[in-house]
């Protein structure tokens, strides 16, 4: 797996997990608190055969507990690569920049212009279709800035799923079919593979990390978290 990530705030990271693993193990392979909340056994034996690439731009301050970014990595093996940064200048990520170049390449990203993935499956004689797929990580606000941070991002194909169902990720949803980051992939990739198998196999971690936790939380006699 090809990962680029932006040197210093790297280090940072890396010294915070480090920290942190004096007081609990983590799971090398999904990155879960370890073997309360690993969710290994979840995960498909090979990685989940699709044609599409996805190439994640993760925000440096993405650091929520339930980061699904491990998850898709982990599920798509070599057809899922990670950038973490806040710019993504084209002399430092010049294959980056090559990749969106190519008109095949969309960006999932609700703006005006964003085309309809149904509707991009089901004209295929006249639409372009996607070959691969920038998803943007991060709290909604922080995939806004990544957005306006990468004006290149404003100028390529873009891409939108409507219709599906309400998020079930344990977060502040600050609108209404906001999704996690491994929903929108999951769902994405459902409809331009067109074979809803490839979601319900990435989704399958997701909602066991999911329910782990909640049996976690009752455990503890909390209320749970609001949706
Ligand atoms: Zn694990």
Not at 19 to 27: A, H, L, P, V, W
Request: with cysteine.
């Amino acid at each position: 797996m090809e990962l680029g990530f932006s040197n210093e705030i790297f280090d940072e990271e890396e010294k915070k997990k480090k920290d942190s693993s004096i007081q609990r193990i983590i799971c090398e392979k999904c990155e879960r608190p370890f073997p309360d909340h690993c969710i290994c056994s979840s995960f498909p034996e090979n990685p989940i055969e699709i044609q599409t690439e996805v190439i994640i731009l993760q925000h440096p301050k993405e650091t929520r507990v339930f980061r699904t970014v491990p998850i898709i990595e982990r599920c798509l093996g070599s057809k899922c690569t990670v950038y973490r940064g806040r710019k993504f200048e084209e002399d430092l990520y010049p294959l980056l920049h090559k990749q969106l170049q190519d008109p095949s390449t969309f960006l999932l990203y609700p703006t005006k212009e964003a085309k309809n993935a149904e509707f991009i499956i089901k004209n295929k004689e006249t639409e372009t279709q996607v070959k691969r797929l920038v998803v943007l990580d991060g709290t909604w606000i922080h995939a806004k800035k990544l957005f306006n941070w990468n004006p290149k991002l404003g100028t390529i194909s873009h891409v939108k799923i409507s219709s599906v169902p309400n998020s079930t990720y344990l977060r502040k949803q600050t609108q209404k079919g906001n999704l996690s980051t491994v929903e929108a992939v999951a769902f994405a990739l459902g409809i331009l593979e067109e074979n809803p198998d490839i979601s319900n196999q990435l989704l399958k971690p997701f909602h066991y990390m999911m329910d782990l936790q909640r049996n976690f939380v009752k455990s503890l006699n909390l209320p749970e978290r609001e949706k």
